[in-house]
């Protein structure tokens, strides 16, 4: 049985036609009703989102009918592959919430299998040793419009073809030096199965393998006898496998397997706007650094979405949410978002972070003093109890975009002379501002209204806007780090070949924030707390870099999709910054406060590029 730890959204079991076509297997006795999938990642780079689906898929169509899915390694490319990336690979299966049990497997395990039953396609007269070049075997396979044409091996005897096969093996012949082919249609009309070839000669020392093998099987002979040996059911891939399935099927029609034999089904894969989901281009993002790795909180990897702060519960509901279908598409990013958010929203403690901040001098309020206002960790609609006490002292720090001198037209919040909520606190009313010299202010003044402690005014009067703050005094310094989309583009790799995808990276794709300040609640949580920090967004400690003394939190999400309005304001030419947030939610009751130091200078805001 597989075990799926904690699945509470896949008892809805939606229906795709893949779990249509497994459902309908069993309910005809199909493999004795068994359902046996496999996944089965090349150890070549980490898993991105869209192995995130495949592994949702395999897993989830096996659990349904109370089937295995078998974690297979397809590890025959000597010179991609390593231990890294065996290691990552599992440590993200798990983390998804999918336990493959016992049936832990690698392809190179089947190598002296695979080679004997490479020999007995030799024998049965289905396989060939070519010698002629790579060129010349593409030139002679013939076009779309043109069949193939035989080259001057083709027709070799089975005892030539089983010598030259064996010493390719004992490693009698340089790198290129030969093939084998299947024997199959020069004429096909589909390319592949014009006498494929099955095996190449590589002098590469394999991971596993050492330096045992010279030989090494190709994809599509590995992969359907690797089912078969493994009683595989139901092989899912991916649509471009589309034309494999023809081989698929021929190499086990035309070999002594167990029946009934394992069928390939294809499904879409997920293609997500902003970002880019083929290995080759992640992993030279990594080799040249544009990111930090392959756990950079930007990159589409399960390892950079964990570190992010995504939970898997998200990326489960996210694959739930897209469904299984027949043609390709880009999946809008804010879909995953909003995924996130919804698991978010009902867990995520508030506290309140003020990332760039701006000193608020409560006037009328004794130097020294601190109150201790209680603040709830969740909205009334969530549903769940608990509070904690935030520091009220003389000077504050606030957002800096929360103080406008000369306001745009529906500001909410503090403007000369006019009143704003602090949220849990009191209602402030701005007296004064403080500037340097280069006119910048650097400080505002305020007086505090005693009555309104809570937030609530007793006369009645209104008061549009709530803020977020924390003590100068008491609140701890900490980095945040802002992510945007990597790309700036919806499709990176449309250029194909003949562009370089690198040139849409998004310059803006970190925000690293240094003078950022956190209440100091957060210090009595476990590292792995994501909270919401009020008005900003969803954040996660860094796995990697923060520590008690250095904290660094990640943005995960914006609480709203920011960018997409950002977008349309700029289009309207209305204020983005203003579209992006507000201060609409009333501030609920709670308690007070304390004192200032420190804090000077700390206003400042440096905002660097980390990339
Ligand atoms: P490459 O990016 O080089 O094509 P890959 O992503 O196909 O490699 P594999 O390790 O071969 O890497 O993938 C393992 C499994 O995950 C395969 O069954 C594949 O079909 C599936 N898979 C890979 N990419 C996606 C995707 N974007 N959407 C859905 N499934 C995917
Ligand atoms: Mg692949």
């Known amino acids: 049985m597989p075990k799926m730890t904690d699945h509470p959204d896949r008892t809805a079991a939606g229906r795709n036609f893949i779990r249509a ?15 046996v999938t496999r996944f089965p990642p090349e150890p070549n780079g980490f ?8 592994i949702c898929l395999s897993f989830g169509a096996a659990a349904e009918h109370g089937g295995v899915t078998h974690l297979r390694f397809d590890d025959t490319n000597p010179e991609t592959e390593n231990e890294l990336y065996v290691r990552s690979i599992q440590e993200d299966v798990r983390w998804l919430g999918f336990d493959w049990g016992d049936h832990l497997y690698f392809a190179s395990d089947y190598f002296e299998r695979l080679y004997e039953y490479a020999v007995e396609l030799i024998e049965a007269g289905l396989a060939y040793v070519d010698s002629a070049s790579e060129e010349e075997i593409r030139e002679y396979r013939g076009t779309v419009t043109e069949p193939g044409r035989p080259t001057a091996y083709r027709e070799r005897s089975v005892a030539e073809n089983l010598d030259l096969f064996r010493r390719m093996r004992e490693g009698d012949f340089e790198d290129g030096a030969h093939v084998l082919r299947a024997k199959i249609d020069l004429a096909s009309s589909n390319m592949l199965m014009r006498d494929p070839v099955l095996y190449r000669i590589r002098h590469a020392d394999h991971y596993r393998t050492g ?17 078969s040996i493994e009683g595989i059911t139901h092989s ?19 070999l002594e397997v167990p029946q009934p034999q394992p069928r390939q089904y294809e499904f879409a894969r997920l293609n997500v706007e902003y970002t880019l989901l083929s290995k080759r281009n992640l992993l030279r993002l990594v080799e040249e650094e544009r990111v930090e790795g392959w756990d950079d909180p930007r990159m589409p990897t399960v390892a950079g979405m964990r570190r992010r702060g995504i939970p898997a519960s998200a990326l489960r509901a996210f694959c739930d949410m897209i469904g299984v279908a027949k043609t390709e598409n880009r999946v809008d990013f804010a879909k995953l978002e909003y995924a996130i958010r919804d698991e978010l929203n009902p867990i995520a403690p508030r506290v309140m972070c003020v990332l760039r901040p701006l000193k608020l001098v409560v006037d009328n309020f004794p130097e020294g003093k601190l109150e201790e206002l209680e603040a709830p960790y969740f909205p009334e609609d969530v549903g769940k109890e608990g509070s904690r006490l935030v520091p009220f002292t003389r000077e504050l720090l606030i957002e800096r975009d ?18 704003v909520r602090l949220r849990y606190g009191y209602v402030v009313r701005c007296a004064d501002v403080v500037k340097d010299e280069n006119g910048v202010v650097t400080e505002v003044h305020c007086t505090y209204d005693p009555e309104t402690k809570g937030g609530s005014t007793p006369d009645g009067r209104k008061v549009k806007g709530t803020i977020h703050w924390v003590s100068a005094s008491h609140s701890l310094p900490t980095e ?8 700036s583009v919806p499709d990176p790799e449309k250029g194909g070949d003949a562009e370089d995808f ?16 956190i209440e100091p609640s957060i210090k009595a949580d476990p590292a792995d707390t994501t909270y919401q920090f009020e008005r900003t967004g969803y954040f996660v400690h860094d796995g990697v870099d923060s520590r008690p003394d250095h904290l660094v939190f990640n943005r995960t999400v914006t609480l709203r999709d920011s960018w997409a309005k950002a977008r349309k304001a700029a289009e309207v030419g209305a204020a983005g910054r203003e579209a992006a947030e507000n201060g609409a939610e009333e501030a609920r009751p709670s308690k007070t406060a304390r004192e200032p130091t420190g804090g000077k200078g700390s206003v400042g805001v440096r905002v660097r590029d980390h990339r």
């Open 236 to 254: 899912l891939c991916t649509l471009e496998f589309d034309n494999n399935r023809e081989l698929y099927d021929w190499i086990l029609d035309h």
């Open 21 to 35: 076509i497994i459902a309908a297997d069993v309910e005809a006795g199909k493999h004795g009703g068994a359902v």
């Open 402 to 419: 929360d103080f406008e001198e000369d306001p745009p037209k529906g500001f909410r919040r503090l403007v000369p002379g006019g009143e």
């Open 480 to 487: 945040v780090r802002l992510y945007d989309r990597l790309f």
């Open 502 to 517: 690198t040139v849409h990276l998004n310059p803006d794709s970190l925000t690293v924030l240094t003078d950022s300040r």
């Open 47 to 54: 898993l991105h989102i869209g192995h995130a689906k495949a």
């Open 211 to 227: 330096g045992d093998w010279c030989i090494y099987p190709l994809y599509d002979f590995t992969h359907c006898l690797s089912d």
